[in-house]
Each structure stands twice: as structure tokens, then as C-alpha cells.
């Protein structure tokens, strides 16, 4: 079978990565990939995955390199490809591609899409308004005390979220927002939600239309700096599993958030094929949606990717065709801890081209993959050409064993600047 990755983050290596473990999988390609994706063989003969020099976005190219190769399958990794509709524009041709109709991909396109679903299919959700009007955005903020996630309605590139402590903060807030247009176009319309208190954890479910199956807890770290301190970021970090939920109570979050949503995805006539990834805070009046994302987390993928046991291929296929109901999920028992090794200065501006060493080191210790993100081959040595560059991940018989294995890893590489955290999963043991 010949695949082709579209994408070129951590996310999409450990797709690359474990859609090549397939022996269904005869050639691949990634547009545009990075340095780490072209040094990945498939386990059925050794042929190594080909980057492909095309950006993500660029539909009608993608189209006719699918075309050209005769790729029987497309597995789409970020969100907007989807948003663009790169999977409708692919069935338009014939081309089997994995991912979310744009349609769907509304969940994640749209915050005012999202909300208004969550409340007419009884999702459980923080308590909001949407606005296209300052005065009645602002007056709304007064109503839950200025305690608020102000929220842009379009794809904000993961930004888009400003929180805020108090009415000045929320002011501000709708006025960057909405007046200032911060985020861009996006923010000519804002969900406003009541600030949730709680843990907040990621789920993740496959999904064929009919039938959502869930995947186990894992949990992000979206701040820059030990302890959640500093600026949001794409994501420094992931684990799996977390201890904050028991098997009973993620089925029992499953049930109350995911057959609300396939009901009203039927009846709203979206036929949801693709991940589905529900943010979720743990709040003391239960679990409450705060977002949807539609496709991936990223480093969400990283973890859930070393631990899952089935053929990727095959799950993916059973999604496409709507035969999921048929297909067990099956996860390795251990934890999966990721840390991401960031250029200095992200999430602000940083320098590239940094060479990077020890990654093969790290990449021979047990139970350890090293996946690039922002990563490019230069002179023959890997260097860095992005903000997050690595997703160093490490299995362990539980958390603490996967922690220590992960940073024994992180020790052994270095680039000039390197910025990572040192507390990815601690909220876990220390519970
Ligand atoms: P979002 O892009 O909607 O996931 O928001 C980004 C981050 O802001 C989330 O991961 C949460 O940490 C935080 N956040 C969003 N909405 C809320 C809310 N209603 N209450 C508290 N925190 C929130």
C-alpha cells in the first residue's frame, strides 16, 4: 500500500512512524516532512519514507502528487489542511484520504460552531455566549464576574484564548480581540465561557461516522516554564495515562460527551470520519468540554502512538470504511511520558540551524524514540528550523519509570539555546 503523511511536525512523525511499523505499508511518502520523517524505513522492506517538497496547505499540488503516485491512502495530520477541506477535494477524485470532512472540521474551525452544538445536543460545557457586538460582549463578561475565557471564533494557529482574572481583564480582553482584532479575522465574532476550575486533560476518540472509540487520558502542558508558568505554547510536553481518571469514570466521560456528539452529528448530517479531541477540565461539577479539536493532539499523537498496539493502518481504514464497531483498541500498560525540546526563545521569536547532537544516543536507549518537529538536514548534520524541534518520548512500567527514561534522553542531546521543561508528568506523581 502506498500512504502519503501530509504534515511536518512531531505529530506527523510519530504517524510516519507508526504507520510504517505496518506491513500493509509497501511506500511512503511525507510533504513536507522533516529531517527525523526521512530517516524512517518501513518495517516490511526497508524503503525509507521520501519527503516531499510541498506545503500542507497547498491542496491543489497535494491532489496531483497523490494522482501522480497512485497513493492509496492519505493520512492528513494537522488541522488546517482540514479546515481548507483537503478531504472533500480528495473524494471529489477518488483519492482515499484519512481525516475530517471540512464540514466537521468546523469543531475546530469555529468556536461559535462548537458551543452552539455542545448546547443543543447537551455536551456538557462551560456556561457561554457568543458575541459580535462589543458592548453586549463586555456586559456578558460582567455577568460571571469578568472570570472568563474570551475566545476568537476562527483558527487562530492554537492561540486565539485570552483568560481573564477580573471585568478590567475581560475589557481588555474583548477590545485586543475584537476592536484590536488581535488574532485576525477570527476575531470579528468570540465565544465567551465561564472560567473553569479543575485539572484539565486531553481525550482523544477514532471515529467512522457511527462509532467513537475512545482512547486512554493523556494530559498536555501548554505553558512554556516549570510549574505552568510563562506563555502558552503548542504544547511542551504530554503523558499517558493520567491518574485522574479511573477506566469507569473515562467511560462514563466518554458516554456523556461522545454519544451526544455522534447523535448530533448525524442528525446536523456531518458525517464525522477522522479523531475527534475533546479538551476537557475536570471541574467539581464534572467533566466539561472546553474545546474540540479535530484532529491529533501534537504531542498528544507521541504518547498515545508508542503505547497503541494495533496496526495503524488497519484502524485507520476501519475509519475511513465504518467498520470501527469491529475493531478493538489495544494499549500497551506502560506510560508514555513526551518532552518537548524547544528552541531558545520560543514561544517568541528564535534562532534556526542550530546543530543539533546525541540524537542517536538517545534513540539507542530502551523504550525511547526521539520524533523531530522542527527539524532540517543541512550539510549532512541535523539542525534545528523551528520552535519546537523535538518530542523525546520514553515508555516506562509506570509514570516515574517512563519520566526518568525520558530525561536520561533529553540529557544526551543538545543544540545551542536548547529550552525544555523538567516537570512533565509531575502533576501525576505528586497526586
Ligand atoms: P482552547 O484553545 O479553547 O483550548 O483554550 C486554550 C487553553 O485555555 C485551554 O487549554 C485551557 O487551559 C484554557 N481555557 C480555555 N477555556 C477555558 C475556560 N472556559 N476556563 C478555564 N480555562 C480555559
Not at 479546515?83 to 475546530?108: M, P, T, Y
Not at 460582567?142 to 483558527?155: H, I, M, P, Q, Y
Not at 526521539?370 to 539542525?383: E, P, Q, S
Amino acid at each position: 500500500m502506498k500512504i502519503l503523511v501530509i504534515g511536518s511536525g512531531g505529530r506527523e512523525h510519530a504517524l510516519v512512524w507508526k504507520l510504517a511499523q505496518s506491513p500493509l505499508a509497501t511506500q511512503m511518502w511525507c510533504a513536507p516532512g522533516n529531517a527525523g520523517i526521512a530517516q524512517e524505513r518501513l518495517a516490511r522492506n526497508s524503503a525509507p519514507v521520501e519527503g516531499v517538497s510541498l506545503g500542507a496547505e497547498d491542496l491543489p499540488k497535494l491532489l496531483a502528487f497523490a494522482q501522480e503516485q497512485k497513493i492509496d491512502l492519505t493520512v492528513v495530520g494537522p488541522d488546517n489542511p482540514l479546515a481548507l477541506g483537503i478531504v472533500d477535494l480528495f473524494q471529489q477524485h477518488g483519492q482515499r484520504i484519512w481525516g475530517v470532512s471540512q464540514k466537521a472540521a468546523q469543531f475546530e474551525s469555529s468556536k461559535v460552531f462548537s458551543q452552539k452544538f455542545m448546547e443543543k445536543y447537551g455536551i456538557p460545557t462551560a456556561a457561554a455566549g457568543t458575541f459580535d457586538e462589543v458592548a453586549a460582549a463586555k456586559k456578558f463578561c460582567a455577568t460571571l464576574g469578568g472570570r472568563c475565557a474570551v475566545k476568537a471564533d476562527g483558527l487562530a494557529l492554537g492561540k486565539g484564548v485570552l483568560l481573564c482574572a477580573n471585568q478590567t481583564e475581560a475589557e481588555r480582553a474583548v477590545d485586543e480581540i475584537m476592536v484590536g482584532r488581535a488574532f485576525g479575522a477570527a476575531g470579528a465574532r468570540v465565544v465567551i465561557q465561564e472560567f473553569l476550575e479543575g485539572v484539565e486533560v486531553s481525550l482523544h476518540a477514532l471515529c467512522d461516522g457511527a462509532t467513537a472509540r475512545i482512547f486512554p487520558t493523556s494530559q498536555d502542558h501548554k505553558r512554556a516554564l516549570d510549574g505552568d508558568l510563562g506563555l502558552n505554547t503548542g504544547g511542551m510536553g504530554t503523558y499517558s495515562p493520567t491518574p485522574f481518571l479511573t477506566a469507569a469514570q473515562l467511560a462514563d466521560v466518554a458516554r456523556k460527551i461522545l454519544d451526544p456528539f455522534m447523535r448530533g452529528c448525524v442528525e446536523e448530517g456531518i458525517d464525522y470520519r477522522g479523531l475527534l479531541y475533546p479538551g476537557i477540565m475536570l471541574t467539581q461539577s464534572g467533566p466539561k468540554v472546553i474545546e474540540f479539536n479535530a484532529r491529533f493532539g501534537d504531542p498528544e499523537a507521541q504518547v498515545y502512538l508508542t503505547r497503541l498496539e494495533n496496526d495503524l493502518v488497519e484502524l485507520l481504514e476501519a475509519s475511513i470504511a465504518g467498520t470501527l464497531g469491529r475493531m478493538e483498541l489495544k494499549w500497551n500498560p506502560a506510560a508514555s511520558v513526551c518532552v518537548v525540546m524547544a528552541s531558545g526563545g520560543y514561544p517568541g521569536s528564535y534562532p534556526k540551524g542550530k546543530v543539533i547532537t546525541g540524537l542517536d544516543a538517545a534513540n539507542a536507549l530502551p523504550a525511547t524514540k526521539v520524533f523531530h518537529a522542527g527539524t532540517a538536514l543541512k550539510d549532512g548534520r541535523i539542525v534545528t528550523n523551528g520552535g519546537r524541534v523535538l518530542g523525546v518520548t520514553a515508555l516506562g512500567k509506570d509514570l516515574k519509570a517512563a519520566q526518568a527514561a525520558v530525561y536520561a534522553a533529553v540529557e544526551v542531546i543538545h543544540f545551542e539555546g536548547a529550552h525544555f521543561r523538567r516537570d512533565i508528568g509531575a502533576k501525576a506523581t505528586a497526586a
